[in-house]
Every structure is written in structure tokens, then in C-alpha cells.
């Protein structure tokens, strides 16, 4: 089947995307609410969360992503499988994700990674960039103390700007990684491919 086209470039500032979603009902998503939960941001097509389902069995997966038919095309696929641990949702992280990590069991959510995010190069558009400090404080606040933030990105302003957002807030200290500790995303393989650096931070919450 042909990958579906979508625009690269989404303004999470946009009017359309200002209505918060309403979380799903969990035990409708996933068959053990109470696993461990790991949230990637941006999951764009899904397959590394594809991966990680079929990899970790033991735990949840859940997928954020601002371009709907992506994550049509995801679930669907998902739902091919039958696996009772993945899902992907629809929203703006901007104003979604606190209404989505409250409506968790509690304790659940112990690993987020924010891929290679869309970097909007333009200072005057640094506000459109998915790690602010409001997204910061989220995780802090819902993250499990262990809990772990991985980030990588091909450009090293954002990652650095990523880095500092994050090390800003007391409950998180990180360190550079030279290689990913899970399992590569499309964009990483094909930025290896090209011989192109990539950038690479853990975080864990204290």
C-alpha cells in the first residue's frame, strides 16, 4: 500500500487545533491499563512504536501525533495486528497532552520520547516547537520518579534547545548519548544512511 502524503509542516498554533481532545477511554485502548505506558510524541507514521509493541510486550505504547491521517493509517495497521498495547492518537500536544497523561491510571507512565520534531528553523516560529516548558512541567508532573526522557534530533540548535527546556526543570537531569538505546525511526536510518550526526539526550526524572 502507498504511504499516504501529508503536509511536513503543521502550526500547532493554528484555530483548528486549539480544542483539546477528550482522552479515550483507556480500557477500550488497551487491554492492561496498568502496564508500564510509553508515550512518543510526534509518532508520525508509527513504526518505531510498532516496534517497540512487538519488542516489550509488557507494556503500553501510545502515540501522539498532529497529522490526522496519519494516524488513521497507524491505527489501522495497529488494528491489523491485533495487538492490545498500541494505540495512536489525533491531538495537539499543546494543549492536550495534560488532559490526556491526568486521565492515565495513575503511576503508569514511565518513557516519552520526542523524535526528530519539526524543528521551525525561524526564531519568530521558536513557539511552534513541540518542547516548551508547559510540556516540560507535564512530564514532570506525570512522569514516575525513574521515569525516562529520550530525545534525538539531525539538528543540533533543537536538540540543544530541547536539552536546555528540559535540564531548566529540577526534576530532570540528562546526559548526550552517542547511540539509541531503543529501536531506530525511519528518519534516524535514512539520516544514518546519508552520514548526517544526530543528536542524542537521556533524561530521567529525580
Request: proline share 8%; aromatic share 10%; charged share 20%.
Amino acid at each position: 500500500m502507498p504511504l499516504i502524503r501529508v503536509r511536513q509542516h503543521v502550526n500547532p498554533l493554528a484555530r483548528k487545533f486549539q480544542t483539546p481532545i477528550d482522552p479515550p477511554i483507556w480500557e477500550q485502548v488497551f487491554s492492561q491499563t496498568n502496564q508500564p505506558l510509553h508515550l512518543d510524541i510526534g509518532a508520525g507514521r508509527g513504526r518505531f512504536l510498532l516496534q517497540m509493541a512487538q519488542r516489550e510486550l509488557n507494556w503500553n505504547f501510545l502515540g501522539l501525533e498532529i497529522r490526522e491521517p496519519l494516524v488513521t493509517e497507524a491505527n489501522r495497521l495497529a488494528g491489523q495486528l491485533d495487538w492490545q498495547n498500541l494505540h495512536y492518537l489525533f491531538c495537539n500536544v499543546n494543549n492536550s497532552l495534560e488532559p490526556i497523561l491526568s486521565s492515565l491510571p495513575t503511576g503508569v507512565l514511565q518513557r516519552v520520547t520526542i523524535q526528530f520534531p519539526d524543528p521551525w528553523f525561524k526564531s519568530r516560529h521558536a513557539k511552534r516547537r513541540v518542547v516548551q516548558p508547559q510540556l516540560v512541567s507535564h512530564l514532570a508532573n506525570y512522569l514516575v520518579v525513574g521515569g525516562e526522557v529520550f530525545i534525538q534530533s539531525d539538528q543540533h540548535f533543537l536538540a540543544t534547545q530541547m536539552c536546555d527546556r528540559l535540564q531548566e526543570h529540577p526534576a530532570f537531569n540528562g546526559v548526550w548519548l552517542s547511540e539509541n538505546p531503543l529501536v531506530p525511526t525511519e528518519r534516524e536510518i535514512a539520516t544514518q544512511n546519508k552520514g548526517e550526526p544526530i543528536y542524542r539526550a537521556l533524561f530521567v526524572k529525580r
